[in-house]
């Protein structure tokens, strides 16, 4: 069983920065790979980062691609979504999730159904 909580979301203006971080518990954290999906109203959820177990490969959609960054911190259960150049378009709630599943730990899958385990989610508004 794995829980995640996810911190850092808030209000803020186009251009801004913010950094949401997603607390995991779980003694086998650092061998899953980790993703970051965010969902906005009237919208199907989206895929917006993973990285894989060591933080050696990344994946991110074009629409975040330069902007976003997704870290881990496997010493500390610790998953990070660094958010740069913000836009309006980037306002959603954020969720961190975990595959969990070792057949697929080198891949980084952007649909959301590979994913077992997730958080309840940080909001993010960014005003124009």
């Known amino acids: 069983q794995v829980q995640l909580v996810e911190s850092g979301g808030g209000l803020v203006q186009a251009g801004d920065s913010l950094r949401l971080s997603c607390a995991a518990s779980?003694?086998?954290?650092?061998?899953?790979?980790m993703g970051w999906f965010r969902q906005a109203p009237g919208k199907e959820r989206e895929f917006v980062a993973a990285?894989?177990?060591?933080?050696?490969?990344?994946n991110y959609p074009d629409s975040v691609k330069g902007r976003f960054t997704i870290s881990r911190d496997n010493a500390k259960n610790m998953v990070y979504l660094q958010m740069n150049s913000l836009k309006p378009e980037d306002t959603a709630i954020y969720y961190c999730?975990?595959?969990?599943?070792?057949?697929?730990?080198?891949?980084?899958?952007?649909?959301?159904?590979?994913?077992?385990?997730w958080g309840q989610g940080t909001q993010v508004t960014v005003s124009s």
């Open positions: 779980g003694r086998t954290f650092g061998s899953y790979v």
């Open positions: 990285i894989n177990w060591s933080g050696s490969k990344t």
């Open positions: 999730a975990v595959d969990s599943d070792p057949s697929r730990s080198a891949s980084l899958r952007t649909v959301g159904s590979f994913y077992d385990y």
